[in-house]
């Protein structure tokens, strides 16, 4: 079962710049920053109480975030929910008619094991699974 809003992530051109924007907004600065290779982002991170903000940059032009922000622009890319066992919850989605975008977790962010839904089977919002490694 999904347990909780884990993040929301936003789709930046310039991390740097953005980190000064998001810092301003909240009234804190971002507690982490983080490159995912496999992703293709360099990721940073805000605690508002007990949700996180993730900014998320592209590194690669040809990575997901390129090609959200060069269609839709900077903006609302995910939202992460945390769940207690990613692989039962990926089982139990795709049995509900969800369809998955990677049929194993992947090594993501703030040392998460990560699965995305894909957005035509959520109502266009891309919903992304995570669990903490352990």
Known sequence: MLKKVEHIGIAVKNLENSNNLFAKLFGKDHYKVEKVESEGVSTSFFMLGETKIELLEATQPDSAIAKFIEKKGEGIHHIAYEVE?????????????????????????????????????????LVELCQERK
């Open 85 to 125: 066992d990613i692989y039962a919850e990926m089982e139990r989605l795709k049995k509900e008619g969800f369809e998955l975008i990677h049929q194993q977790p992947k090594e993501g962010a703030d040392n998460k094991l990560i699965c995305f839904l894909h957005p035509k089977s959520t109502n266009g919002v």
